[in-house]
């Protein structure tokens, strides 16, 4: 069974940074392309980024390009995003999910609420 | 940047009707086109892929048409657990949602 679990979020002050860890199981982790998309608290889903199964190829969506990085360890089956510089906008439910165009699996999300 | 506009934003409908969503692209996306559904408090589940392919598990009163600019998920026979939100998502030339439409009943 495909399971994605997600980590790392909470209370954090404008300005700082926070990374969140997703551990996915139940598949072979490096042969899928790897995305976060978030979801702000009542809104509509946001994607935030992806990357390729080998990291070779690595995009993000305009609002958090050069705040955040995605990135993978396959030998861990586990994808990360260190976010920086955080924003008040930023507070979201963040998911992973599984897929290259798609996305077939999700976690459960984690919560990032930026707040003085 | 391509835009995804989705309406109606809330649709009433009651048990057993086909309701109709629309989802249109500011240009063509050439079928680049899924659909979830998110349930209150629930990760989202993906529906249909490249525009009209139900994904596996997914009941076949669930359904997807269009092309272009315009396309369409159609609920036949609506049941009481599908109440949700949709959502459509782009993913030619970048991935895009639509803000969603909410579905409950009559």
């Known amino acids: 069974e495909v399971q994605l679990v997600e980590s790392g979020g909470g209370l954090v002050q404008p300005g700082r940074s926070l990374k969140l860890s997703c551990l996915a199981s139940?598949?072979?982790?490096?042969?899928?392309?790897m995305n976060w998309i978030r979801q702000a608290p009542g809104k509509g889903l946001e994607w935030v980024a992806s990357?390729?199964?080998?990291?070779?190829?690595?995009y993000y969506a305009d609002t958090v390009k050069g705040r955040f990085t995605i990135s993978r360890d396959n030998a861990k089956n586990t994808l990360y995003l260190q976010m920086t510089s955080l924003r008040s906008e930023d507070t979201a439910l963040y998911y992973c999910?599984?897929?290259?165009?798609?996305?077939?699996?999700w976690g459960q999300g984690t919560l990032v609420t930026v707040s003085s | 940047d391509i835009q995804m506009t989705q309406s109606p934003s809330l649709l009433s409908a009651s048990v057993g009707d086909r309701v109709t969503l629309s989802c249109k692209a500011s240009?063509?996306?050439?079928?680049?086109l899924t659909w979830y559904q998110q349930k209150l408090g629930e990760a989202p589940k993906l529906l249909i892929y490249?525009?009209?392919s139900l994904q596996t598990g997914i009941p076949s009163r669930f359904s997807g048409s269009g092309s272009g600019t315009d396309y369409t998920l159609t609920i036949s026979n609506l049941q009481p657990e599908d109440v949700a939100t949709y959502f459509c998502?782009?993913?030619?030339?970048?991935?895009?949602f639509g803000a969603g439409t909410k579905l409950e009943l009559k």
């Open positions: 999910a599984r897929g290259n165009h798609w996305f077939a699996y």
């Open positions: 139940g598949f072979t982790f490096s042969n899928y392309g």
């Open positions: 990357i390729s199964s080998s990291s070779s190829y690595i």
């Open positions: 240009q063509s996306i050439y079928n680049s």
């Open positions: 490249d525009a009209n």
């Open positions: 998502q782009k993913y030619y030339s970048g991935n895009t």
